[in-house]
């Protein structure tokens, strides 16, 4: 009996790929292996390889396509887009063998009956054998077609597929990393299609794709068919889910950032227009395209899907997954799913350091978008709109000129493979661009919406990937300074190691150093960098009559329930991403510090900040917490902290209290606390307090019995102790943190910790300066220093020099 060329999904699986290709056996094989565990993959069949190979038998094309592929000068672009036309073209031309159609029209009736339909709208999507494979991402390269209906349309369909193993950006892929044309066999999959023209899709990954970072769920969806996500044709919204906490009670959402959602594809109005694009609402511009429930079962769908897969391969597996929502069931689904191949494979026993050496002057920026990857390149900017719009010929676009666009799809790769970097004006973390520079190893900036307009083509400029989730394009070619650390050189120490990070951004790029937690998380960062207004000002905005100001507060609170909603969404969103990279190590959290001036300078700030002399000693710190004039803004970063902690999980967040000045005033900080639901004790909450000022050392027994620990603040007790401004040039040169005062305040807050037996360590800047104050710090038994991450490993070595003194 002649063997099947039709084979239902759930008949396959990995041990299938050379017959169904990379995406049909892995639909098959979370339909058969995971469908019981909740993770929901729409019906469908594989058309084999052996349809593929019949076809092109009864073609007789084979020997034309090797002719054209030997005739190409891959180093023009033109040549190359010529050849894959001309191959195209032939393939779509050549008559489909009725015995093939045939048997696939049977299973696509079959498939119909099913969902109760003589003919169902389904996607049919090219499945390449050497796709999704460990050692290569050949993910995007061949043809998907959305919204196929009816027997016709899809042969054609299936047709086109087999042609688009011959696009101009598969041919140089395979020809990139030396893939053989004829080894590669392509399967169709024919899968019911998600109703999410009335829903939403994306993609989502099982690890934060910059860093590595693997506990951690990246998720980006917008409204409609997913194809504008992948294309980078909008901004999408962006869902960061802690993995370790998601079979728990809590809802461990770290962070979630509404997209630029202007538009949307939906099914078309006839079968020659199979989908269309269609402007968003503005309720969908101004709401996420996921609920936290929705978020969280997709979340666990990819977990879900992660561990199958790692237990199935032997290794840890990331994974790569297209979803959709039905917005007529309302059902989650999971589209396709692949393995990552980027940090998979990468080396994670030695760490890549690149900064840009500037020489101590501040370079000038000229636009931020969306980091991918974290490296820096320069070059001379090429803005290109199109492919057509230009002779795109390969001495019209440089080897190592910045590739600058609107954005880009599969047909542009040739040309990304030459650039030094890409900066486009739309997508997102997963879309197109983003993922081939990834592969590539280049750094590029996405969703930066004007740089077409701000930059100029021939205009030197260096993009820098290497300063967390953020890029940054600077004027001009700036050097750069690499670096290389071998993990297993580094010593093991008793005294632990924990780090300042002010950044919730660049949180995740330190997950690799060997800390033992975040000795220091400054909240100001936070509220500078991401609430970006005054919290008063916030707060009280309507009543200011400032309509700039409302206006521009009214903008940012879009997508949330109100001005309190959204500086709590937001500060603890960066609280816990902190928290969240050390997990369960503690992550001590800094109350907001700022000075009067700093407040002032904050847009609103002038209307509820008083004008100090010296506000580096005034109206700061704990001072602030429970006065009349602040305490409605600081209980809002109390409920901040409740959600880090009771909503996401993240109880590892210890939080502390900056420039206390006296026991009474810490016992009301308390009572505000606790009037605020964050009462020490509760859901063992600790409480730890900043020793900046000498009244800290000299009452450390009274301050004691109140807390669970003490975190030195050297730079401010160092001015205070010696009486100084340290911003002063007059004075600065006495400035010293090694003075005999300032080690002698330290050597005595130490014992009496230990004779109180609560926690002492140290947050301030001078372990990261001096080595000989770390090796003092550990010979009079500091429980921990808390260093910046640039200054790990100098500390680290200067730790195990101490002890091993301290030995003998």
């Known amino acids: 009996m002649k063997e099947s060329i039709v084979l239902p999904l759930e008949e396959v699986g990995l041990d299938a790929i050379a017959l169904v290709g990379g995406k049909s056996a892995s639909l098959g094989e979370m339909i058969s292996g995971?469908?019981?565990?909740?993770?929901?993959?729409?019906?469908?069949?594989?058309?084999?390889?052996?349809?593929?190979?019949?076809?092109?038998?009864?073609?007789?094309?084979?020997?034309?396509?090797?002719?054209?592929?030997?005739?190409?000068?891959?180093?023009?672009?033109?040549?190359?887009?010529?050849?894959?036309?001309?191959?195209?073209?032939?393939?779509?031309?050549?008559?489909?063998?009725?015995?093939?159609?045939?048997?696939?029209?049977?299973?696509?009736?079959?498939?119909?009956?099913?969902?109760?339909?003589?003919?169902?709208?389904?996607?049919?999507?090219?499945?390449?054998?050497?796709?999704?494979?460990?050692?290569?991402?050949?993910?995007?390269?061949?043809?998907?077609?959305?919204?196929?209906?009816?027997?016709?349309?899809?042969?054609?369909?299936?047709?086109?597929?087999?042609?688009?193993?011959?696009?101009?950006?598969?041919?140089?892929?395979?020809?990139?990393?030396?893939?053989?044309?004829?080894?590669?066999g392509l399967s169709v999959c024919v899968q019911k299609m998600v109703r999410s023209d009335l829903g939403a899709s994306g993609v989502a990954f099982s690890l934060d794709t910059e860093s590595g970072f693997r506990d951690v769920i990246l998720i980006n969806g917008s409204w409609g068919l997913g194809e504008l996500v992948v294309q980078g044709a909008v901004s999408p919204d962006e869902f960061i889910v802690f993995k370790p906490l998601l079979q728990s009670q809590y809802k461990p959402i770290l962070e979630k950032k509404m997209g630029v959602k202007d538009k949307q594809m939906i099914y078309g109005e006839s079968?020659?227009?199979?989908?269309?694009?269609?402007?968003?609402?503005?309720?969908?511009?101004?709401?996420?395209?996921?609920?936290?429930?929705?978020?969280?079962?997709?979340?666990?769908?990819?977990?879900?899907?992660?561990?199958?897969?790692?237990?199935?391969?032997?290794?840890?597996?990331?994974?790569?997954?297209?979803?959709?929502?039905?917005?007529?069931?309302?059902?989650?689904?999971?589209?396709?799913?692949?393995?990552?191949?980027?940090?998979?494979?990468?080396?994670?026993?030695?760490?890549?350091?690149?900064?840009?050496?500037?020489?101590?002057?501040?370079?000038?920026?000229?636009?931020?978008?969306?980091?991918?990857?974290?490296?820096?390149?320069?070059?001379?900017?090429?803005?290109?709109?199109?492919?057509?719009?230009?002779?795109?010929?390969?001495?019209?676009?440089?080897?190592?000129?910045?590739?600058?666009?609107?954005?880009?799809?599969?047909?542009?790769?040739?040309?990304?493979?030459?650039?030094?970097?890409?900066?486009?004006?739309?997508?997102?973390?997963?879309?197109?661009?983003?993922?081939?520079?990834?592969?590539?190893?280049i750094p590029a900036i996405v969703g930066c919406e004007d740089a077409t307009e701000k930059l100029n083509s021939g205009q030197p400029i260096t993009v820098s990937c290497a300063e967390g989730t953020e890029g940054v394009v600077y004027e001009g070619i700036l050097p750069v300074t690499e670096g290389l650390l071998e993990l297993s050189s580094l010593p093991v120490v008793n005294t632990p190691l924990m780090l300042n990070v002010g950044s919730p951004s660049m949180a995740f790029q330190f997950t690799h150093l060997p800390g033992k937690g975040i000795g220091l998380a400054r909240e100001e960062f936070i509220i500078n960098n991401y609430i970006k207004v005054h919290p008063l000002a916030l707060l009280r905005h309507r009543e200011l009559q400032d309509e700039a100001l409302s206006a521009e507060i009214e903008k940012l609170i879009y997508g949330y329930d109100n001005e309190a909603d959204y500086f709590i969404s937001k500060l603890a969103s960066g609280v816990g991403k902190i928290a969240a990279s050390c997990y369960p190590d503690k992550a001590i959290v800094r109350f907001s510090d700022f000075k009067s001036n700093e407040y002032y300078n904050l847009p609103g700030g002038k209307y509820f900040e008083p004008k100090e002399e010296n506000p580096m000693i005034g109206w700061r710190g704990a001072s602030r917490y429970y006065s009349e004039k602040y305490k409605t803004a600081f209980m809002l970063e109390c409920a901040a902290i409740r959600k880090a902690r009771e909503t996401m999980g993240l109880n590892n967040i210890v939080v502390m209290i900056p420039f206390c000045r006296t026991v009474e005033e810490l016992r009301q900080v308390l009572a505000v606390m606790e009037e605020a639901g964050l009462a020490r004790g509760r859901n063992g909450l600790e409480v730890y307090l900043m020793a900046e000022l000498p009244s800290n050392i000299m009452m450390a027994e009274e301050f004691a019995p109140h807390?669970?620990?003490?975190?030195?603040?050297?730079?401010?007790?160092?001015?205070?102790?010696?009486?100084?401004?340290?911003?002063?040039?007059?004075?600065?040169?006495?400035?010293?943190?090694?003075?005999?005062?300032?080690?002698?305040?330290?050597?005595?807050?130490?014992?009496?910790?230990?004779?109180?037996?609560?926690?002492?360590?140290?947050?301030?800047?001078?372990?990261?300066?001096?080595?000989?104050?770390?090796?003092?710090?550990?010979?009079?038994?500091?429980?921990s220093i808390s260093v910046t991450p640039d200054a790990l490993v100098k500390t680290l070595w200067a730790v195990h020099e101490a002890e091993q003194l301290a030995e003998a």
């Open 34 to 184: 995971l469908s019981k565990a909740g993770v929901k993959v729409p019906g469908g069949f594989a058309i084999t390889t052996k349809a593929y190979y019949q076809f092109m038998q009864n073609s007789g094309l084979d020997q034309f396509i090797r002719d054209q592929i030997a005739q190409i000068d891959f180093n023009n672009i033109s040549s190359l887009r010529r050849a894959g036309q001309r191959i195209r073209q032939e393939i779509s031309n050549s008559r489909f063998p009725h015995d093939l159609s045939h048997e696939i029209i049977a299973a696509y009736h079959a498939l119909s009956g099913l969902y109760g339909q003589e003919q169902t709208d389904v996607a049919v999507r090219s499945s390449a054998t050497a796709e999704d494979l460990p050692d290569a991402s050949f993910a995007g390269q061949q043809e998907t077609f959305l919204n196929v209906r009816g027997p016709v349309a899809l042969i054609d369909a299936v047709r086109n597929c087999f042609a688009s193993l011959f696009t101009d950006r598969a041919i140089s892929y395979r020809e990139n990393f030396g893939y053989d044309h004829f080894s590669i």
């Open 271 to 441: 079968s020659d227009e199979r989908t269309r694009v269609i402007p968003a609402t503005k309720q969908q511009q101004h709401s996420f395209c996921l609920t936290d429930d929705q978020i969280m079962e997709l979340a666990g769908s990819v977990q879900r899907i992660e561990s199958y897969y790692s237990d199935k391969k032997g290794h840890w597996c990331p994974m790569d997954v297209e979803w959709a929502l039905d917005g007529l069931s309302h059902e989650l689904y999971i589209v396709q799913a692949r393995p990552e191949t980027i940090h998979s494979r990468r080396d994670r026993t030695r760490i890549i350091t690149r900064s840009l050496d500037t020489g101590g002057s501040t370079p000038r920026e000229l636009l931020k978008g969306i980091a991918v990857g974290d490296g820096i390149a320069a070059g001379k900017v090429n803005i290109l709109f199109s492919l057509d719009n230009r002779v795109t010929t390969g001495t019209t676009f440089q080897p190592g000129d910045v590739l600058v666009t609107d954005m880009t799809d599969p047909d542009w790769e040739p040309i990304m493979k030459m650039a030094s970097a890409i900066v486009t004006n739309k997508g997102g973390r997963t879309c197109h661009a983003a993922i081939v520079a990834r592969e590539m190893g």
């Open 707 to 783: 807390i669970d620990g003490f975190s030195i603040g050297s730079n401010d007790l160092t001015q205070l102790t010696l009486g100084l401004d340290r911003d002063s040039e007059l004075v600065s040169g006495l400035y010293n943190e090694l003075s005999p005062a300032v080690l002698r305040m330290i050597s005595r807050l130490i014992i009496v910790a230990k004779e109180h037996k609560v926690k002492v360590g140290i947050c301030g800047q001078g372990p990261s300066d001096f080595p000989e104050l770390t090796r003092f710090l550990v010979q009079h038994g500091i429980d």
